[in-house]
Each structure stands twice: as C-alpha cells, then as structure tokens.
C-alpha cells in the first residue's frame, strides 16, 4: 500500500524531531566521550521510514542544525557543530541503511 505524501511527510518530521530531541539525551562513557540516544532515534527512523526516506529525515535534522536551529547535542547548531559526532551520525544511518537493504534483498 502506497502512503500518501502528507503521511509520509509527517513521519519524516516526526523522526527528524526525535532524532533531535535523542541528541539532548546523553551519558558520559568513562573514556569521557559522551554517547547520546542519537543512534537509537537514526536506526528507528530507518526501520519506521525505511532506508530511503529514514536517510531524508537524517538531512532534514543536519540541515536545520545547519541553518542555526538548536538541535545538535549540548544544543548546537551552525556549520561549525557539525564535527565528528555528526559525521558518525551519517556513517550509522549508512550502515543501517545498507543493512536495510541487505534485508530487503534477502
């Protein structure tokens, strides 16, 4: 069954806003690195989307963070935020974009 572009618009919102809200929420590792539930939100987009759409909703969240919206982890933003821990973002929803695709195939 074929979801109607405001459905589906809206599910991209709603996991764009969770992967920013999962941002804020994070626990330091005893290395000092701290881990964010940001990984979580990216791969349920990924299951909830799917690989094509959950990819969307990851640029949706760069973009903003980009343009200036608070929505990076410690509520960051601007072009200099987007550092490494973002670049792991992008790299993990690639992963599991490649695993959802592993599986579809399968």
């Known amino acids: ?40 939100a990216i791969a349920f987009a990924a299951a909830f989307l799917g690989a094509k759409y959950g990819v969307v909703s990851v640029l949706c969240y760069l973009l903003l963070g980009a343009c200036g919206v608070p929505v990076f982890a410690g509520f960051k933003s601007g072009f200099g935020a987007l550092t490494y821990s973002d670049q792991v973002v992008i790299s993990s929803n690639k992963i599991i974009s490649e695993g959802d695709r592993v599986r579809i195939e399968n």
């Open 1 to 40: 069954k074929i979801m109607s572009k405001a459905r589906l618009i809206a599910r991209i919102a709603l996991c764009t806003a969770l992967i920013a809200v999962s941002a804020q929420i994070s626990f330091p590792l005893p290395t000092g690195i701290p881990v964010t539930l940001q990984t979580f």
